[in-house]
């Protein structure tokens, strides 16, 4: 309520009118605020920069750092826009499959056995969209040690999930001041703050990105809308006790779709630390059919909880994962209960 206050406040007092492309300063010291009281991170205002959504920042950052030819990593399960902003910058994406075993999350000897001299940037989630794998400071710790052997790779870390975790204390990477030079933070107020139409997000990072990013974003967009803009310091600075109440319901959701998952037979589930999301492993059902459909891949497993149960899921392959698919708990409790009854049902028909 404070928020949608704020917003209408704005549109009386004048905030109208085109913005600086960067943001409003006392947005981005808001921004800076926020990362110092939340984050323990030292980002002044002139190396933050607000757009119109975390997709745009993301997108800032990717054509900003990305030439022709150039090496990415991106482990999977990942978010389908990274490759897809790299392919726009003709990079070539170097996937880095992360097991269900581990959480889907990577390990410093994966890293080591793809990362070599060519890798110009790198870029992961935590939490993390679509599997809901939140990395811990140890583990990004031992992340470090191996990025600190390559020193031409930048590092995205996507933490727009940041406030949906249920894990307790949200860890950045760039919390380690050996990387702080060449770690992007993008952030933004859609999943924290339910605020997913207003269309604001930011990055913060090195100066000279920053100045890069602002020079593109002014090509591309220019400032970011006004209202929206103080309605996100409100956010910010205000009171956090709706976000965390919001949290706390999608806990309760999550450990119910876990639960009703992991009890059903054939479904491997790991239980999700952040987001909003379930990923489960449903490669058993390949090659089964109800007598109707058979289910040769996460497409077709897919289409028949669509058809069969009247269930929407999304195929795990378009996260780089085909032998699962992504559900999401982000709607009410009795909309849950009855999808994990239809697909308990509709599995119990696969043979």
């Not at 905030?15 to 409003?24: E, L, Q, R, S």
């Not at 992340?143 to 406030?163: R, T």
């Not at 956090?240 to 706390?248: A, D, G």
């Not at 009854?341 to 599995?347: H, M, Q, V």
């Amino acid at each position: 309520e404070h928020i949608c206050i704020a917003a209408t406040e704005a549109m009386a007092e004048g905030y109208t009118k085109y913005t600086p492309v960067a943001g409003y300063l006392e947005f981005r010291e808001a921004i800076s605020a926020k990362l110092k009281r939340d984050n323990g991170l030292d980002y002044p205002a002139d190396q933050i920069i607000v757009s119109t959504g975390a997709k745009q920042s993301l997108a800032n950052a990717i054509l900003s750092i990305v030439n022709p030819g150039d090496e990415v990593l991106i482990p999977t399960p990942y978010w389908v826009t990274y490759s897809a902003l790299v392919t726009l910058a003709e990079g070539n994406v170097k996937f880095i499959k992360c097991p269900i075993d581990n959480d889907f999350k990577l390990t410093p000897e994966q890293l080591e056995n793809n990362i070599t001299d060519k890798s110009k940037l790198f870029i992961f989630s935590s939490p993390c969209n679509p599997s809901g794998s939140v990395y811990s400071k140890d583990e990004l710790s031992a992340l470090v040690e191996v990025f600190k052997k390559y020193p031409n790779c930048a590092i995205i870390s996507d933490e727009i999930y940041e406030y949906i975790n249920y894990v307790g204390k949200h860890e950045s990477i760039a919390q380690f001041t050996e990387l702080r030079d060449r770690v992007i933070v993008i952030n933004g107020m859609s999943k924290g703050f339910a605020m997913t139409g207003w269309r604001l997000g930011y990055l913060a990072g090195p100066k000279d990105l920053v100045q890069a990013c602002e020079k593109l974003q002014g090509q591309f967009t220019s400032g970011t809308n006004s209202i929206a803009q103080r309605a996100g310091m409100a956010a910010l600075l205000g009171d956090m006790s709706p976000t965390h109440k919001m949290t706390e319901a999608f806990r309760e959701r999550r450990d119910f779709v876990y639960n009703a998952l992991n009890s059903m037979e054939g479904v491997k589930v790991r239980n999700p630390q952040g987001a909003f999301y379930a990923l489960p492993n449903i490669s058993s059902f390949f090659g089964k059919t109800d007598g109707a459909t058979v289910i040769n891949n996460d497409e077709d497993f897919c289409m028949y909880l669509l058809n069969t149960a009247n269930v929407s899921t999304v195929m795990g392959s378009a996260f780089g994962n085909e032998n699962c698919v992504r559900l999401s708990f982000a709607t009410s409790m009795d909309k849950l209960e009855a999808a994990m009854d239809r697909i308990r049902t509709a599995l119990g028909k696969l043979h």
